[in-house]
């Protein structure tokens, strides 16, 4: 797929399902219609076979951070096509077998409705006119597109740069130091998937002074 998206593969993602891809829920005394996860990577495959996805951020281990909020559940992705990335996220409430995979899917199925796909079945909960909340087929409002300026941010892409560089400087520290910064983060909640200028800033003093403690005192022959 070349780098420059092409009008036309974009408005592809906006063509009509066929009736038998779309499925029904209850929901407030009516059937809302919504198109399954098969069906969206289908469009998206047909469009872009070279499309991605990928998490706003990552734990330690590399893994998609969840973030948890009592039974509720939030992935924030990123999806790819045609060279044009937008935010989707994916919600599940409820204690859940292979809450991970169900959370990918509603994830890259809200991030697709951003670029046009099933739109039309979507606004049917809400509104496209801004007199309703925006809703996905499970009947979730859904989270708007943090407010970079309000957070400290000029945009997302500064934002996720410090984040990376503060990060990288982490995975330096000794397995020590990573366990007194895993606890801080735990026990204070800064770490998170999206976070303000201030919080990273904290993070980073963090990393810093144990980085200071991981280095070697310098001998005196040293500093002769």
Request: a negative charge.
């Given at each position: 797929?070349?780098?420059?998206?092409?009008v036309a593969a974009?408005?592809?993602?906006?063509?009509?399902?066929?009736?038998?891809?779309?499925?029904?829920?209850?929901?407030?005394?009516?059937?809302?219609?919504?198109?399954?996860?098969?069906?969206?990577?289908?469009?998206?495959?047909?469009?872009?076979?070279?499309?991605?996805?990928?998490?706003?951020?990552?734990?330690?281990?590399?893994?998609?951070?969840?973030?948890?909020?009592?039974?509720?559940?939030?992935?924030?992705?990123?999806?790819?096509?045609?060279?044009?990335?937008?935010?989707?996220?994916?919600?599940?409430?409820?204690?859940?077998?292979?809450?991970?995979?169900?959370?990918?899917?509603?994830?890259?199925?809200?991030?697709?409705?951003?670029?046009?796909?099933?739109?039309?079945?979507?606004?049917?909960?809400?509104?496209l006119?801004?007199?309703?909340?925006?809703?996905?087929?499970?009947?979730?409002?859904?989270?708007a597109?943090?407010?970079?300026?309000?957070?400290?941010?000029?945009?997302?892409?500064?934002?996720?740069?410090?984040?990376?560089?503060?990060?990288?400087?982490?995975?330096?520290?000794?397995?020590?130091?990573?366990?007194?910064?895993?606890?801080?983060?735990?026990?204070?909640?800064?770490?998170?998937?999206?976070?303000?200028?201030?919080?990273?800033?904290?993070?980073?003093?963090?990393?810093?002074?144990?980085?200071?403690?991981?280095?070697?005192n310098?001998?005196?022959?040293?500093?002769?």
């Amino acid at each position: 797929m070349s780098d420059t998206p092409t009008v036309a593969a974009l408005a592809a993602l906006r063509a009509p399902f066929e009736a038998h891809q779309i499925g029904s829920l209850p929901r407030g005394g009516t059937q809302l219609d919504f198109v399954g996860h098969a069906a969206v990577t289908d469009r998206l495959l047909q469009v872009d076979p070279e499309w991605t996805w990928e998490p706003y951020a990552t734990t330690e281990h590399g893994a998609p951070l969840v973030l948890h909020d009592g039974k509720r559940r939030t992935l924030w992705i990123r999806l790819t096509v045609c060279g044009v990335t937008r935010p989707g996220v994916g919600i599940v409430v409820g204690d859940k077998d292979e809450v991970e995979k169900e959370l990918i899917s509603d994830g890259i199925r809200n991030a697709a409705m951003r670029f046009g796909v099933a739109l039309d079945l979507w606004h049917k909960g809400g509104s496209l006119n801004g007199d309703g909340p925006e809703v996905g087929p499970s009947g979730q409002e859904m989270p708007a597109e943090p407010d970079w300026a309000a957070l400290g941010w000029k945009d997302r892409a500064a934002h996720d740069a410090t984040k990376a560089a503060v990060k990288g400087d982490a995975g330096n520290l000794s397995a020590e130091s990573k366990d007194v910064l895993r606890r801080w983060a735990s026990e204070t909640g800064t770490v998170r998937a999206v976070m303000s200028a201030d919080d990273v800033a904290e993070w980073d003093r963090q990393v810093s002074a144990l980085a200071a403690g991981d280095r070697p005192n310098p001998t005196t022959e040293e500093t002769a």
